[in-house]
């Protein structure tokens, strides 16, 4: 029997078994190179994709950090507004109690509290005329008191000189602390 070329392909007929051998042995270095190259091509992927897991992990640490610190100056930033909407409506409050007029503009002693427990601080405690500003408004009342009896009497019919009269507004007055007895 003749070898065949090495170009030529074996057939069962002029195969021997030296080179049966021999394809058997290419063969299986054919497969053990195979099996190393794709060995080594799961290695360099399994190495990329361990890698790049890693990042993920720690891009989605990051991540849950950054949210974490979000929500808690989120938070701190929504107590800060609820506050300053709080003081706002406060100032809001005191400030309508003002009366402006052209004559100027009159701030009761009510709203200056307002405001200043507002801010935080005793706008009132440095002010040296105080007991001057209680008097004011007390007096104020005790005259809003003797309109709204006078309003009263006009609405019923009842003309001056009437004894009724005399007693309300007495009684009116009374109702309020007289400026004069406060010492």
């Not at 706008?123 to 709204?148: I, Y």
Request: hydrophobic share 40%.
């Amino acid at each position: 029997m003749t070898q065949p070329a090495a170009d030529s392909r074996h057939t069962v007929d002029n195969i021997t078994s030296d080179a049966l051998d021999a394809l058997y042995e290419q063969l299986d270095a054919a497969q053990q190179t195979e099996l190393a190259r794709q060995l080594a091509t799961c290695d360099k992927a399994f190495a990329s994709a361990t890698l790049r897991a890693a990042r993920a992990e720690a891009r989605a640490y990051k991540a849950e950090a950054e949210r974490d610190s979000a929500r808690t100056t989120i938070q701190r930033l929504n107590r800060r507004a609820q506050a300053a909407e709080s003081e706002n409506t406060a100032y809001r409050r005191a400030v309508a109690q003002w009366d402006v007029s052209e004559r100027g503009t009159y701030i009761p002693h009510a709203s200056l509290a307002s405001i200043g427990r507002a801010a935080g601080t005793d706008v009132l405690g440095s002010v040296r005329h105080l007991r001057h500003f209680q008097r004011v408004e007390q007096a104020e009342a005790a005259l809003d008191a003797v309109r709204a009896l006078a309003d009263d009497a006009d609405r019923r019919g009842i003309t001056s000189g009437h004894p009724f009269t005399v007693a309300a507004v007495r009684a009116a007055l009374d109702a309020h602390t007289n400026p004069k007895d406060q010492t």
